[in-house]
């Protein structure tokens, strides 16, 4: 099995490339983990991971100059495609980040916090959005498995996600109000945490990835 990380320049490569790794260790997974910025990797794998870092006008620019938006949009609708903060915002439609078009796999927008949002004592709350948060998980799923209901994963992040097609939300997390925080349909899964930074409860969620057979 090969599995591919995504690499256009705009993601926390290594440390998930780590963290796939002990995922795979851990589980006993025989699979050739490929850090690659080549298409015709990306058509060849068995399973891709599609990681993002930084502002989205920023990643969709290195997405193009990177010419591999084709054979992701390949992948998305071939094999099991795992999205990470700014890569699973990629996928929608459309962000209020710099008025960026996405890929469009996901229907729906990418919004900002409002920075005037306070929690339930009447305290600002910072955006960025930084820290440990639970994530309630609102549908079963294979890449639940072993994964207790509010788990904590670590969120960095001003923008969310927001689907216009409930059936694709399948976890939320709150600041303060809820928000979509897990989005997929059949073959994509895509986190707005950090997954390769959320330690135990994040490779769980990758271990389950490589086992996926969707």
Not at 123 to 149: C, D, E, S, Y
Not at 195 to 203: P, Q, V
Request: charged fraction near 15%.
């Amino acid at each position: 099995m090969k599995t591919v990380i995504i690499d256009y320049g705009m993601g926390n490569l290594h440390s998930v490339q780590k963290s796939v790794h002990a995922a795979a260790t851990r589980a006993g997974i025989a699979t050739q983990i490929q850090l690659t910025s080549r298409a015709q990797d990306i058509y060849a794998a068995d399973r891709v991971i599609f990681p993002g870092q930084g502002a989205m006008p920023d990643c969709m620019t290195a997405l193009h100059q990177s010419n591999l938006a084709e054979a992701i949009r390949d992948a998305l609708k071939n094999k099991p495609f795992f999205g990470i903060c700014v890569g699973a915002q990629l996928l929608f439609e459309h962000s209020e980040e710099g008025d960026t078009q996405g890929l469009g796999w996901f229907s729906g927008c990418v919004k900002r916090f409002d920075a005037q949002q306070t929690d339930a004592h009447g305290n600002r709350l910072k955006v960025p959005h930084m820290g440990w948060n639970n994530v309630h998980q609102t549908q079963a799923h294979p890449l639940f498995a072993h994964i207790p209901q509010d788990e904590r994963f670590y969120f960095v992040h001003s923008y969310y996600f927001a689907p216009t097609q409930p059936e694709i939300t399948l976890a939320t997390s709150s600041y303060p109000q809820n928000f979509a925080c897990i989005a997929g349909k059949d073959n994509v899964f895509a986190t707005q945490f950090h997954t390769e930074k959320s330690h135990e409860a994040g490779l769980q969620l990758l271990q389950n990835f490589l086992h996926w057979q969707p």
